[in-house]
């Protein structure tokens, strides 16, 4: 197991290097803004711009910025300057982390303890009303997109401008660390917006499975021995039935670490993903650096712990 | 100075600042004749003291650093921080008034000479807590000409101070042209008659004072970061610790600003009434920004005008809620005239004649956004009313805002195409900016070369890249830029004409060029270098809308629109617009 979590890492590293590689490669082949030239402002001459093109390294060979970029990096954890405001990428992305996660650690909450609690009534009473309710009801879930939600959130529930003010609206964000009340409430409709689609797509993905596996041999002879339906079900059924979820969560909770842009765009919330986009609109470079590699940290992370997570839960499995 | 929204570093302001307002559209020929939600002549300047403001913003600041400021939404911010040697009251866009500054700049008869007297009790924030000093405006000044630092107009309003270029080369350690014979007199040396808008300049936030003791190890970086150590002089300073570092300012979080300990009431016409202002950050939903201002949950808006089915209930329903203003700026399509087919002047006359300027202004939100433009000096500019006003100047090609597709036609004959439509095989590159408004304008543009039988071949991109690599780069060889603009960066004509459509401006190879139609007409050009050597207002009025004749005449671009600011605000706050900055004047509003 331990050998099989060090592979991991070194595959972790590995791909890092190679999404910041490509990052930069991207940046440089595709037609993105010149930042000399957005900085040296209209009008401006060649030698300034060549001026600036030096002081920010710009006129180096792309691999040697590369180089650069990544000694810094790895050496002294520095991920360069934003070349719009002149902060550095760092204290940028550390100052906005807290509400990436905030954001995204609640809505998975939400949206596990729907989705599954969802998932499994389904199951077990298929082809019921509720079972046909439920899962009309996640398919509304799963096609209505997040911008749109949140907007209609805000309309209705929004304490400003909605028609029942019940919840802070948008610009409502505090952080926990100033005033946790009002951080929790804060984050209620940008929890159930986000929480939403997942929810409802995990409780589809769920009732299917554990409907099949609730079919299987081994459960017949579990419920032959004379065990409780509870049992049954949660012991037997769903421990294999959730692998496939544990998989998809792992890799949606990276992802939203990464930044949730819509989520965070409609509710004000200064995440990773508001950043992202922000950066890549003024092709600041070192900025939309940090956040990809951040976002792929993220990912392959929660890939690394949902595998490790597979042998615990399922007992057939084991790494080598 | 609002060029930053229509060119370089504020694509986010293009897009987001004079936002489409879908209030229906105007039948008439010119002229917003709304007056319902115009700002007065006179706006009422007194206020209560004290109170927290909050202001919403979409995006932030272009650069948090008044030496690199470059954007209406920043200078709505350095105006309250900083004090330059001239500033702008509320209800004059033209003529500024002395501000560190103790009376009018003293430029000299053969315009090489400017020379300014500062008032002698003027105070830095903490922690430098002294006197301003002539030198520390000097020091403004040339660190404005540092790449750590990169100012973006520097070079086209004061590269004629004697010394800039040994400055900028590393060669002289300052610029010798910038004398302070004493503590309250600065003298700027010019190497070219250019003293008036060398004067007109230093109503901008590069004239503001800077103590090189402090500021110049932050400038030593790169990019600078005196920028988030900033010390202030005006009535606010963004929220610091005790050594100057800024704590009121996160990057597209918030902007706090406080009152500055040091500031004297007594030296300042401002009237500062508020105890705190609060600028939240992107708010990019300017739907739900908007009507959170006009319920009042947030006060006034920043860097965005509400979207145009807000606009129009605010027009509708609150309309004291509402002051529209001039911006001083204009959108136009810009035509490539160093290339076929729009190198014929009669192809161009064509298009100009044949495009439906009121639906390109319906694009971005019909007649309450402001009149269509028929020539590129706009209202609330000197020259404007010399130049033909809201009428014109009188050119056929642009007679009807609708277009004239017989007339166009005729034009084309005269071009050379006897059938009165493009008869060319090859498709015309046009770049113009992704998303909103812009694209809509963008789309409909290509439209309206269609109907000539020209074949545009659109592409969108950001607009910065619009501006970075294709229509402000001469060698990409873009034919159409439908998504381009000017505004003033003070009340000069010079501002509008002289970067957009002097040949001499043209820059290529490396540099950024504005210049976006690659005009280059000898006869203009050297009407432009005789008229920016003109010292006086009138003189110079007349002789720059002279040219804004002859530029229109050449059809370069099809003029469609002087852009009005939406400006919103809640009922409890008694809002005073800044005419000449087109944005709420944080230094006058109050609360009720």
């Known amino acids: 197991m331990i050998r099989y979590i060090l592979r991991r890492l070194l595959w972790v590293v590995f791909l890092l290097f190679a999404v910041s590689f490509v990052t930069f490669v991207i940046f440089y082949l595709l037609p993105s803004a010149d930042p000399a030239v957005l900085r040296a402002g209209r009008q401006a001459n060649p030698a300034l711009v060549a001026s600036i093109r030096h002081q920010l390294g710009l006129d180096q060979p792309w691999y040697v910025q590369y180089g650069r970029y990544m000694k810094e990096l790895i050496f002294h954890f520095d991920f360069g300057f934003s070349y719009q405001n002149g902060v550095p990428v760092r204290q940028l992305i550390f100052s906005r982390l807290p509400a990436s996660i905030s954001l995204a650690a609640g809505a ?194 929660a890939n690394l712990f949902v595998d490790i997570l597979y042998a615990f839960l399922d007992p057939r499995v084991r790494y080598e | 100075m609002k060029s930053i929204r229509f060119c370089s570093a504020a694509l986010v302001a293009l897009v987001l600042s004079l936002t489409a307002v879908a209030c229906g559209s105007s039948s008439s020929n010119s002229g917003s004749s709304n007056t319902v939600g115009d700002v007065p002549a006179k706006q009422s300047l007194t206020g209560k003291t004290g109170g927290a403001l909050t202001v919403l913003a979409s995006d932030d600041v272009d650069y948090i650093d008044p030496g690199a400021a470059y954007y209406q939404f920043t200078f709505m911010i350095t105006s309250a921080t900083q004090r330059a040697l001239y500033s702008f009251g509320p209800d004059d866009s033209v003529d500024p008034v002395p501000d560190l500054a103790t009376e009018a700049a003293d430029v000299s008869a053969d315009g090489k000479t400017v020379t300014v007297k500062i008032k002698p009790n003027v105070k830095f924030s903490p922690p430098v807590n002294r006197v301003v000093t002539s030198a520390d405006v000097k020091y403004g000044i040339e660190r404005a000409f540092l790449p750590t630092v990169a100012n973006g107009y520097a070079e086209v309003y004061l590269g004629d101070i004697v010394g800039v270029k040994d400055f900028t080369d590393g060669k002289a350690t300052e610029i010798t042209g910038i004398e302070t014979p004493d503590a309250t007199t600065i003298v700027l040396n010019l190497s070219r008659g250019t003293g008036g808008a060398a004067a007109g300049a230093l109503a901008l936030p590069i004239s503001a004072p800077v103590p090189k003791e402090y500021a110049a190890k932050f400038d030593a970086k790169n990019p600078s970061t005196y920028g988030v150590n900033q010390v202030a002089t005006g009535p606010y300073m963004i929220e610091a610790d005790s050594k100057g570092a800024l704590t009121g300012y996160e990057p597209g979080k918030k902007i706090n600003l406080v009152r500055n300990p040091n500031w004297d009431r007594s030296t300042d016409f401002r009237k500062a009434y508020l105890d705190t202002i609060n600028i939240e950050e992107g708010n990019n939903d300017t739907t739900v920004a908007a009507r959170q201002i006009i319920k009042g949950n947030a006060q006034i808006n920043g860097d965005f005008g509400p979207p145009p089915a807000v606009l129009k209930e605010i027009f509708n329903s609150t309309p004291d809620q509402l002051a529209l203003t001039p911006s001083g700026g204009i959108r136009y399509v810009a035509l490539n005239t160093s290339l076929a087919p729009f190198n014929n002047l009669n192809v161009r006359k064509a298009v100009l004649a044949a495009f439906d300027r009121e639906a390109m202004r319906a694009t971005r939100g019909g007649a309450l956004l402001g009149p269509i433009a028929n020539h590129f000096i706009p209202p ?78 659109l592409r969108l991109v950001t607009a910065d890249t619009m501006y970075t690599k294709f229509c402000g780069e001469p060698k990409a ?21 002289d970067a957009t459509f002097n040949g001499e401006n043209i820059i290529a190879n490396g540099g ?67 005419k000449f900055n087109g944005n709420w004047d944080l230094s006058f509003t109050s609360l009720k």
């Open chain 1, 108 to 301: 998975a909450v939400l949206w596990l303890v729907i989705g599954i609690g969802v998932g499994i009534i389904a199951a077990v009473r298929p082809r019921t009303k509720l079972d046909r309710a439920s899962m009309g009801a996640a398919l509304v879930g799963i096609s209505a997109p997040v911008y749109w939600l949140g907007l209609v959130a805000l309309y209705l529930f929004s304490s400003d401008i909605g028609l029942i003010p019940i919840l802070p609206g948008a610009n409502s964000y505090v952080p926990l660390s100033e005033d946790p009340f009002s951080w929790f409430t804060s984050l209620i409709m940008p929890w159930c917006v986000l929480a939403v689609s997942f929810a409802a797509f995990y409780s589809r993905l769920l009732r299917g499975n554990l409907t099949e596996v609730l079919g299987e041999d081994y459960i017949r002879t579990a419920r032959a021995k004379g065990l409780s339906e509870r049992r049954v079900v949660f012991r037997h059924g769903l421990r294999s039935a959730i692998t496939p979820i544990v998989t998809i969560f792992g890799l949606d909770l990276g992802i939203l670490l990464g930044g949730a842009i819509l989520t965070e765009t409609v509710f004000n919330i200064p995440g990773i993903g508001r950043l992202s986009y922000s950066s890549i609109v003024r092709s600041d470079l070192p900025v939309i650096q940090g956040t990809v590699l951040l976002g792929a940290f993220f990912i392959v992370f």
């Open chain 2, 380 to 457: 609330d500019i000197g020259g404007f009313e010399e130049a033909g006003g809201l009428d014109g100047t009188g050119v056929d090609f642009l007679a009807n805002t609708k277009g004239n597709l017989t007339l166009a036609k005729e034009y084309m004959k005269k071009g050379g195409f006897p059938s009165g439509m493009y008869t060319g095989s090859d498709e015309l590159l046009m770049v113009g900016t992704s998303g909103g408004a812009s694209q809509k304008a963008a789309e409909l543009a290509a439209t309206q070369f269609e109907k000539l039988g020209f074949k545009p071949k």
């Open chain 2, 477 to 497: 060889k873009v034919i159409i830029c439908p998504n381009v603009g000017w505004l003033k960066d003070f009340s000069d004509p010079q501002t509008m004409l």
């Open chain 2, 512 to 578: 950024f060029n504005s210049n976006w139609p690659q005009l280059n007409v000898p006869s203009i050009n050297a009407a432009m270098a005789k008229a920016e050597l003109i010292v006086g207002d009138s003189a110079r009025n007349k002789a720059w809308a002279d040219i804004d004749r002859q530029v229109t005449a050449q059809a370069p671009a099809v003029p469609w629109i002087w852009d009005d600011n939406p400006n919103i605000r809640s009922a409890d706050v008694a809002g005073v617009v800044n």
